[in-house]
């Protein structure tokens, strides 16, 4: 399990913008991004080291930002990558609220996707146990 | 004109009517309502202080919590089994205000409803339109009444379903609309949509209220519709619409006054103040059983017009209104107190009672949003959490004010405080 920062946007242009900004001052690397968005507003979702850190830091200046567990599970860069991780996650009954994916530069063979679910830790003990390799905030890199 | 003899009765007549129905008026409530002999008797006024119509200012004020505090039926000053008919404000959490009807005040009611449809001109050959909405609201039976006593061929088609007041109005080639004044744009434009020509059709009158609209408003209606446009004001306290009118002059509305009598008092002080200056409408039924009120405190602001009107009419006029005393909002006719909001937000989960309310007019409806701060703690993370918080506090103010709003969650803390009165009120419609 990882953790995530999600944070809460409104639909204004340029609120990316300001955000990218503050993290590149502070000298935070976005090791990905990924954006949900409705008509009235957005959710930014992040990994980065430190992810609690940078998250206190992004309300302290004013962000809404809240900190996620998620799993990452990495796969072979590769056809059927998603699909066979979806495939164990399904036959647990457990519902995928979202989900994305990233490939490392550490791994380039690889890609890691990061799945937001219900029960997350059953969720996590049952991809475990089917062989699958889930990654820690101490393997991202 | 409807009723000559009334409508142009000279002023010290009419006083010494005022004064006669307000002597009645006041033995009748001491003695039958509990709730004014006790208000009376800790006013120090007793029914014999009253002695003529000036004597008005001696008597204590009733105001809408006195009115809720009352419900269901403390006002009433005749027997229960005589009353015929009741009807209560919309849009009100808690306690609603109650108006109960002997027949009697029905026939009060349909009298001053004929006048106000005389004012703009209607006669018995009309065919009356009648959109304002049918129920527990006053607007539909009040013009409805009108309508009858008049003997308008009457449409009760009650509010809503635009095409279908679109066909009725063109089949049945209605002379007279009766609406809130934005609906009407809105029928305008749908009619337009429609392949309807306004100019071509018998229209000739609308008679609009129940929110407050502006001359440039009126002057868009009456282009679009074809149609003169009169301003007509009445409120449930009172009786419903009828309480006063505008006459073909459109200068200022003409109170009932043998009927219900005006003052403009000062609403810090409650000092009542001469005609021409401006302040807060007070209204006393002169001639209701049913439910009498005493110096009913409007809250809204206008003044009464010192000159006498081109039409003849020696009953005074007010000015179209000129704004509130309190923070009401009229929202497609419902009113709404910010705090009712309030109480609806605070009963609901994942969010702060930290709330701006923007109120828009959209292709001429008005529409309310709703922003209020989502908590610290609300997971956020998932778009269907903000979602489901949104609709249930969109489903609960529907529940409990009956207003479809939209409600948008914002960041904590991203709604601007301020010392003293918070602003929680950004009115962009331009009326």
Redesign the interface.
């Known amino acids: 399990m990882i953790k995530?920062i999600?944070v809460?946007m409104?639909n204004k242009p340029g609120i990316l913008l300001d955000m990218t900004k503050l993290l590149s001052a502070k000298n935070v690397n976005i090791k990905t991004l990924s954006l949900?968005d409705?008509a009235?507003?957005g959710?930014a979702?992040l990994i980065v080291d430190n992810p609690d850190g940078v998250a206190e830091m992004l309300k302290s200046n004013g962000?809404?930002a809240?900190t996620?567990s998620v799993l990452a599970v990495e796969v072979p860069d590769q056809v059927g990558g998603l699909a066979m991780v979806l495939e164990v996650i399904t036959e647990a009954g457990i519902n995928v609220?979202?989900m994305y994916g990233f490939v490392e530069k550490k791994h380039p063979d690889k890609a890691l996707l990061v799945f937001?679910v219900e029960e997350v830790d059953r969720a996590a003990e049952h991809l475990k146990s089917k062989g699958l390799n889930l990654v820690s905030k101490d393997d991202i890199s | 004109m409807w009723n000559e003899k009334i409508e142009k009765m000279p002023a010290d007549k009419l006083q010494t009517e005022q004064s006669k129905s307000l002597k009645s008026l006041v033995n009748l409530v001491y003695k039958n309502v509990e709730f004014y002999k006790k208000r009376m008797d800790d006013f120090g006024v007793k029914p014999t202080d009253i002695k003529d119509i000036n004597d008005i200012s001696k008597l204590p004020f009733t105001t809408k919590q006195d009115m809720r505090e009352v419900y269901p039926l403390g006002l009433c000053a005749a027997d229960k089994k005589d009353i015929v008919e009741v009807h209560m404000s919309s849009g009100t959490t808690g306690t609603p205000v109650v108006n109960s009807y002997t027949l009697e005040d029905i026939e009060i009611w349909s009298e001053v409803m004929a006048r106000t449809l005389a004012q703009g001109g209607a006669t018995s050959e009309d065919i009356l339109q009648n959109a304002y909405g049918y129920g527990l609201f006053t607007g539909g039976f009040g013009v409805h009444y009108g309508g009858r006593k008049m003997g308008c061929f009457t449409i009760p088609i009650s509010g809503g379903n635009t095409n279908r007041q679109l066909q009725v109005m063109r089949d049945f080639g209605s002379t007279l609309i009766t609406c809130t004044p934005s609906y009407s744009l809105y029928l305008a434009e749908a009619g337009k949509e429609a392949g309807m020509d306004f100019s071509k059709m018998p229209l000739k009158a609308g008679f609009f209220g129940a929110e407050a609209w502006s001359e440039t408003m009126r002057t868009e209606i009456e282009a679009k519709l074809h149609l003169k446009a009169y301003d007509i004001y009445g409120l449930t306290e009172i009786i419903g619409p009828g309480v006063a009118g505008e006459c073909e002059a459109q200068e200022g509305l003409h109170f009932f006054e043998d009927h219900f009598y005006p003052e403009i008092i000062n609403p810090d002080t409650g000092e009542v103040l001469p005609d021409g200056e401006k302040g807060e409408l007070v209204i006393t039924t002169l001639t209701r059983t049913g439910t009498p009120v005493l110096r009913y405190r409007t809250r809204d602001i206008t003044y009464i017009f010192k000159e006498k009107c081109s039409c003849g009419r020696t009953h005074r006029r007010i000015h179209r209104l000129l704004g509130r005393t309190d923070d009401m909002l009229i929202i497609r006719g419902v009113n709404i107190f910010p705090s009712q909001i309030e109480n609806v937000l605070l009963k609901q989960k994942g969010i702060e009672p930290h709330y701006l309310l923007v109120i828009d007019r959209v292709n001429n409806l008005d529409t309310l949003e709703v922003q209020v701060e989502?908590s610290d703690d609300l997971?956020?993370?998932?778009?269907?959490v903000?979602?489901k918080v949104e609709h249930d506090i969109a489903h609960a103010l529907h529940n409990e004010l009956l207003i479809s709003a939209k409600v948008?969650?914002?960041?904590?803390k991203?709604i601007q405080r301020s010392e003293g009165k918070a602003k929680r009120i950004v009115d962009n419609r331009n009326i």
């Open positions: 995530q999600s809460f409104e949900a409705t009235e507003f959710i979702r962000f809404n809240r996620t609220e979202y937001k | 989502m997971a956020f993370d998932s778009i269907k903000v979602e948008k969650l914002v960041a904590p991203s």
